[in-house]
């Protein structure tokens, strides 16, 4: 009897056994999720040729990083974006470093690296590693600097910060639009304030436009490296094996936060421009087409009889845009500007967000399969040429085109709320005469600022859209007029 009790038991602990590691496979075992990190562990040190006889002994012979690495390693920097105490320190934090008290009272919830652009103190980062800082320390050689933030472009994730030195070693910057996929790229950071590290790799991909990568990455201008980039990292530099700079590195791709093979930077090229542009203007001057353009591949090819599919291929013309007068059509196939070829869609945004408004580019362009060419002066976000400052700077999310309603509204300039004394309101800046319900409202212009509908004040140029979509019966708007006279309309909407 006790033999059989003895059995049960074991039985009954043998099939819980079972039953529990069920339950926790199941349920409670962790599963393997791809995100982007944007905050880039520490690497592995001093790149040697040992580390790299996976790609072939015969190849990592003839590269010399040791030159490439002494050539950059003294222009990167380590970047604290220190904030206000929201809590104070947990155990865990004060035993691992997920927080780190500073002498002014602030806590370094963040960190990254950063690049010397200048000689006199100008630094590229990334805007994610600096955002939402009350300050910003920059240590470059046992040295510690308080930095001024310049300016930003979060589309391109991308900041520039001032501090007060000369002299500092800046680093050489290449081309990046003779880069390769299949060149040899040193990933340089100064994770922890640690000497700065260097890996190594090759270019993967150039503008890649990998869903998992568009989806929360959403610029198309990168350049993807294996080089390991790792948390810390973000906003160093990937350099050439001459050591110059081609891009700066903003995120990976990673099932654990640590590198998987995934590595992107923001192309050197656009960098420039952007850090330019942010020096002399305090805001990036973007340039546009007034042309939408999509990516062609083999069903679009088809549908229009495009032999090719190399190029990017015209959805769309903004009336009265720069597109428009230098005489594209929807259905035109954009093959070359300024004699680059364009093969892709982020070969031709690569071009055209390394331009200014006002500057002239030779366009060439299949209709019909043949070949034109024309000249296109670029545009600002407002449809003219002229440098804008921040209180006139938007971006793509604030102007909305209504396809029911065959008009392009936009969201008003802080220059322009504070000269016509008003909070909200959204602009009316285009009508389509032919198609569309706003042709049907004679009253209404273009140029016209629409303030409220039916005593709501309008916040934004969408949510005006939208609302009118949506809208049935009696209705009447708040117009300011451009000399800025103020009236109202009224319409009934069937």
């Known amino acids: 009897m006790k033999m059989k009790s003895k ?34 562990p520490a690497q592995v040190e001093n790149a040697n040729y040992a580390n790299y006889n996976s790609y072939g002994s015969s190849a990592a012979s003839l590269v010399d990083f040791r030159d490439a690495a002494e050539a950059s390693v003294h222009s990167v920097v380590y970047i604290k974006n220190l ?47 600096i955002k939402g800082a009350d300050a910003i320390e920059v240590q470059h050689e046992k040295r510690t600097y308080k930095a001024k933030l310049v300016g930003t472009d979060p589309k391109m994730d991308i900041a520039v910060l001032k501090i007060d030195a000369d002299n500092l070693p800046s680093i050489d910057i290449a081309t990046s639009s003779e880069v390769r996929v299949g060149d040899w790229v040193l990933a340089v950071g ?28 959403p610029i198309e ?14 906003g160093g530099a990937l350099v050439n094996t001459n050591g110059e700079l081609i891009g700066i590195n903003t995120s990976i791709i990673s099932r654990t936060g640590s590198y998987a093979g995934y590595g992107f930077a923001v192309p050197s090229d656009v960098v420039v421009k952007i850090v330019e542009d942010l020096k002399k203007y305090r805001v990036v001057q973007k340039a546009y087409t ?47 500007i300024d004699n680059r070829r364009v093969i892709t869609k982020a070969s031709f945004d690569e071009i055209i967000n390394a331009k200014s408004p006002g500057d002239e580019v030779a366009i060439e362009y299949q209709r019909d399969n043949r070949t034109y060419q024309t000249s296109l002066t ?113 319409y009934r909407f069937n």
């Open 290 to 336: 007034g042309a939408e353009v999509d990516e062609i591949d083999e069903d679009l090819a088809k549908e229009y009889g495009i032999r090719s599919l190399e190029g990017v291929f015209i959805n769309s013309i903004r009336r009265s845009g720069a597109a428009d007068k230098a005489g594209l059509e929807p259905g035109d196939v954009v093959k070359r």
């Open 7 to 40: 059995l049960t038991i074991v039985a009954l602990a043998f099939v819980s056994g079972l039953v529990g590691a069920f339950f926790f496979t199941g349920f409670l075992a962790p599963q393997p999720v791809t995100e982007i990190i944007r905050e880039v």
């Open 378 to 490: 670029l545009e600002n976000i407002l449809g003219n040429t002229e440098i804008l400052d921040r209180d006139n700077s938007l971006d793509e999310n604030d102007i909305y085109f209504s396809d029911y309603l065959g008009a392009e509204f936009r969201n008003l300039t802080a220059g322009e709320k504070e000269n016509l004394n008003i909070r909200y309101g959204a602009l009316i800046t285009k009508i389509n005469p032919e198609n569309g319900f706003f042709r049907k409202l004679d009253d209404i212009e273009e140029g016209e600022i629409v303030l409220a509908v039916n005593g709501r004040y309008v916040a934004s140029a969408r949510g005006l859209a939208k609302y009118i979509e949506d809208y049935y019966g009696r209705i009447y708007f708040d117009i300011i007029d451009d000399r800025g006279n103020r009236r109202r309309e009224t």
């Open 190 to 217: 100064n994770p922890f304030n640690l000497t700065s590290t260097v890996t190594a790799g090759i270019v993967s991909a150039i503008g890649s436009s990998a869903n998992s990568v568009r989806e929360n990455f």
């Open 221 to 234: 201008l990168y350049i993807q490296t294996d080089a390991a980039i790792n948390p810390g990292n973000s």
């Open 83 to 129: 904030q206000r105490s929201r809590r104070s320190q947990s155990y865990f934090e004060m035993l691992f470093g997920g927080r780190e008290n500073s002498s002014d009272g602030s806590v370094a919830i963040g960190s990254g690296s950063g690049v010397i652009y200048s000689s006199d103190g100008y630094i590229i980062t990334n805007n994610h590693v």
